[in-house]
């Protein structure tokens, strides 16, 4: 489609183009729907239900198969609250681990996201679970949960890699043994 900017008609009718395309680009990014806020008791039913998952591979909580040199990735169905991005994962050694991550601007933020998070699962898992914290060599926190006689772990945790973030982790207590950054 041309149009004759040197005339007012087409001038016009670009501005009006411009425009146009400008607020549906505007619109689209915010067309995401939002996510309702939960109770806190409706979040713990909602973390419950992932781990009993974990034995069974997650289960209910996969779409969106992708494959990856060393994993297969699933979107994850559930999302804890307020984590930017949740999926869960197969390793090549067959385990299985549901993971989210926040994004952070800077440590502040990062902690921030997991001191709320933190504070959901103690309060969710309860005092069946023991919970220990360390710092992580980049100068952030991790807390990880265990139950006795259970092989399922949540660890949460935030550290600095390419940026600041959070991340939350259920599987497999083997998954965990990585150094934290």
Not at 14 to 28: E, G, H, R, T, V
Not at 144 to 170: M, N, P
Request: aromatic content about 12%; proline content about 3%.
């Amino acid at each position: 489609m041309k149009f004759n900017l040197s005339s007012p008609a087409g001038f016009t009718q670009s501005m009006l183009l411009i425009s146009a395309f400008a607020f549906l680009s505007a619109s689209c990014s915010t067309l995401e729907p939002k996510r309702e806020a939960m109770s806190e008791e409706e979040i713990c039913t909602q973390l419950h239900g992932i781990i009993e998952a974990h034995p069974n591979e997650f289960v209910g909580y996969k779409k969106n198969k992708r494959f990856t040199r060393r994993m297969t990735i699933w979107d994850a169905t559930v999302l804890f609250p307020e984590a930017d991005d949740c999926q869960v994962w197969e390793w090549s050694d067959g385990l299985d681990n549901y993971f989210c991550e926040w994004k952070a601007d800077d440590i502040n933020g990062a902690k921030a996201d997991f001191q709320k998070a933190e504070g959901i699962l103690k309060r969710c898992l309860g005092p069946q679970w023991t919970h220990q914290t360390n710092t992580t060599t980049s100068g952030g926190e991790h807390t990880r949960f265990s139950k006795e006689g259970s092989k399922t772990i949540v660890s949460i945790r935030y550290f600095k890699d390419e940026y600041w973030q959070t991340a939350l982790y259920i599987g497999d207590k083997s998954n965990v043994n990585t150094p934290l950054q």
